[in-house]
């Protein structure tokens, strides 16, 4: 931010080698970080309070005279005291104190306290208030609302407010630019915002301060959304600059293509695919995100454009989050792709020796014409001949970064187009903020006849009930899926929980042939066991939450998750999606451990009320926030310093208009912009 943009924290007063490592740990470098460690809340300290006028609950400071103290020996011992003002009478109780402490609270003693009041046996108390004696004449109240801000990393309250009001009168003589134009209904620039929020005023409007709608509040939000927006129409303008090459519609080869079908494509298939055949025709990258709900089919539409490209001579590489969902598609589109004689290459992370030599000569030959793998797509020795089109399927499970990385591939030097797809579906919020460099489709609807999945939440005491249900089920010829879920991200840990739960379940139901599916597998292991599943061999698979994506049995129609209250909707909804894919009645029974929380009791119950993904992801954003939906929160991306979504979400028809004007009459305000709000972020996701 001009002068202390580049200000690291240890110059300011106090703050040591000790102190700017516990900062950093908080994500704090410079002065100006400081200034966006906003506090939670406020205390009022800026006015005495009548102890008559005191209630339940309030923070307040209150004055008055010692009557008396005792140390009181009930079922805690504990250090009381009467305090006494004109209006009336207070206790103030001590549950830790020493003897000094008691010679300070000698009757007669003014004292000056500031804590919480509560509704005690004996009427109002203040446990451990804060206090001070009041010796000669008036002493000053605080002249603004206290800031108390979020703790971490072991710093008090005293030293952050030391902190930010230092880095506040650094930003009061160094005054950066404003760079929003005028136009949106704020009255605070930047500066005026920020000091508002460290220091407001005593008559401030709190209630309005704890939403983040106080207008200084919604000031910043706006900034920093727009900056955010902007970060990505930049990337995407960059990205538009390069020439791509010229894929031109193949109608024969489509027709080809879904003959190969069962079915015939949905409109809003036809819908989407007709916008990438638009999109790929044109000399520029494509940068299209593709948004379905679970089972709307995105495969196809994937298909239908890698064949686009693959018919003008072009190669394509599709890159699944999972080796399990990679290796789907390799069968599907070896399927699909059969009578069109196209040259399938397999690039996987265990792919090594000798088979990855010739799938890289493949590769870089221009032989295989259609890649498809997992994040080893990325290395560096993967090198192709002539890639046309990148498709990276549940986007989600990617940065933003990397979603950019595979662009310098191919050594015709023209830039691929990209296709995006996602099952979660990304609220509308988020995908302005996060993906604004993308155009978007919608697949919003579904293959006609299926059936919607009931979904009930059991109590893991009727966890014998369930495993009946199973029995029930698979004896009428049905397949059932039960999904153990940990915590702990170690496939370790996660196998052996699943390899106990097989055990366990093989020896309840020893008339049914069991399977077990989890990440540790070697591939060809895995392969067999998806195999026999999909072939109806296996009644029952064991899994983890590998099987979240992309997993396609439609003879499946019950599914059972563990503990499904550690994890988020959204991978909720992608684990339920599994079943309800064939004609059956089907059903998904969350078998939770009680007792849950308020916010997990919510989150399962939309998940029971609803099977719309849309709905869902609105109501995960809601419950769990930006980083957490997004699966970013690692990197740091999606974390804003400011803004909350969804309740600044009002504020995103005025974000799109302010970053368009940006664009036309301060074009050089933009970059100032991005670096202020996410330079030191950038920094860290490594972008
Ligand atoms: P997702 O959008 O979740 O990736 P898939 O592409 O895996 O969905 O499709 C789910 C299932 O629906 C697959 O078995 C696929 O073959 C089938 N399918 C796709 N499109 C249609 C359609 N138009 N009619 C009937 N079934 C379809
Ligand atoms: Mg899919």
């Not at 009255?187 to 008559?203: E, I, M, S």
């Not at 879904?258 to 949905?266: N, S």
């Not at 055990?503 to 020893?510: E, I, N, V």
């Not at 109806?536 to 563990?562: F, H, K, Q, R, Y």
Request: proline share 6%; hydrophobic share 45%; glycine share 8%.
């Amino acid at each position: 931010m001009n002068g202390i943009a580049d200000m690291p924290v240890s110059e300011l007063r106090g703050v040591g080698p000790k102190l700017v490592g516990k900062l950093a740990d908080c994500g704090i470098f410079r002065v100006e970080d400081l200034l966006f460690h906003l506090p939670l809340r406020y205390q009022d300290r800026t006015h005495v309070t009548p102890i008559a006028a005191v209630s339940d609950g309030l923070d307040a400071v209150i004055e008055g005279e010692v009557r008396a103290a005792d140390i009181v020996f009930g079922r805690r011992r504990s250090l009381v005291a009467r305090l006494q003002d004109g209006s009336g009478t207070i206790t103030l109780r001590f549950f830790h104190f020493s003897g000094a402490q008691k010679n300070n609270l000698r009757p007669g003693t003014r004292l000056r306290c500031f804590g919480q009041v509560r509704r005690g046996s004996h009427g109002l108390e203040m446990y451990h208030p804060q206090y001070r004696a009041l010796r000669d004449g008036e002493q000053p109240l605080e002249e603004a609302l206290t800031p108390v801000y979020p703790t971490a990393a072991g710093i008090g309250q005293y030293q952050w407010r030391q902190l930010c009001s230092q880095a506040l009168r650094h930003l009061q003589r160094a005054a950066p630019a404003d760079l929003l134009l005028p136009g949106h209904p704020y009255p605070y620039d930047l500066v005026a915002a920020l000091g508002y929020l460290h220091a407001p005023p005593p008559d401030a409007d709190q209630a309005l301060l704890r939403e983040g709608q106080h207008p200084a509040q919604q000031r910043l939000a706006l900034e920093e959304l727009i900056a955010h927006h902007l970060s990505l129409r930049v990337l995407r303008s960059r990205h538009r600059a390069n020439p791509a090459p010229v894929l031109g519609a193949h109608p024969e080869a489509q027709r080809q293509l879904f003959a190969a079908l069962a079915f015939e494509p949905t409109g809003a298939q036809r819908r989407v695919m007709a916008e990438i055949t638009a999109d790929l025709a044109r000399p520029r990258p494509m940068l299209r995100l593709v948004q379905g709900d679970v089972g709307s089919g995105k495969t196809l539409v994937a298909a239908a454009a890698a064949l686009q490209a693959i018919a003008s001579g072009y190669q394509v590489a599709i890159m699944a989050p999972t080796e399990i969902l990679a290796e789907q598609h390799l069968r599907t589109f070896s399927d699909w792709f059969a009578a069109l004689r196209i040259e399938l290459a397999w690039l996987g992370g265990r792919l090594k020796g000798a088979r990855r030599q010739a799938a890289l000569e493949a590769i870089a030959s221009g032989a295989a014409a259609l890649v498809i793998g997992t994040h080893a797509l990325f290395q560096d020795d993967v090198a192709f001949a002539r890639l046309g089109l990148v498709i990276v399927d549940e986007q989600h499970r990617f940065g933003v970064h990397q979603r950019l990385s595979l662009t310098g591939k191919s050594a015709s030097g023209s830039h691929p187009h990209q296709l995006v797809m996602t099952a979660t579906p990304i609220p509308r919020t988020l995908s302005m903020v996060a993906y604004a460099d993308l155009d978007c489709s919608i697949i919003d609807e579904l293959p006609p006849g299926r059936q919607p999945v009931t979904t009930a939440l059991v109590d893991s005491s009727r966890r014998a009930e369930v495993v009946a249900r199973v029995a029930h089920a698979c004896s009428r010829g049905r397949q059932a899926y039960w999904v153990c879920t940990l915590i702990e991200e170690s496939d370790a840990l996660q196998a052996s929980a699943a390899e106990n739960t097989a055990r366990a379940l093989q020896q309840s139901l020893p008339q049914l042939a069991v399977g077990l599916l989890h990440g540790r597998q070697k591939p060809a292991e895995k392969e067999a066991v998806m195999a026999a599943f999909k072939a109806g061999e296996l009644a029952l698979l064991v899994a983890t939450t590998v099987i979240e994506v992309g997993v396609d049995v439609p003879n499946a129609s019950l599914m059972i998750i563990e503990n499904p209250e550690r994890l988020g909707l959204a991978q909720l909804h992608q684990l339920r999606g599994r079943v309800g894919r064939g004609g059956a009645a089907s059903h998904c029974l969350l078998l939770y451990q009680s007792p849950l929380t308020s916010n997990g009791r919510q989150r399962l119950q939309a998940l029971r009320s609803s099977t719309d993904g849309f709905y869902i992801a609105e109501k995960d954003l809601e419950l769990r926030g930006p980083g957490e939906v997004l699966g970013t929160r690692q990197t740091g991306l999606m974390e804003f310093r400011v803004a909350r979504l969804p309740q600044h979400e009002h504020l995103l028809d005025t974000v799109q208009m302010l970053a368009a004007e940006l664009g036309n009459r301060a074009p050089a305000n933009i970059e100032p912009l991005i670096q202020r709000w996410t330079g030191t972020r950038r920094h860290f996701a490594g972008v």
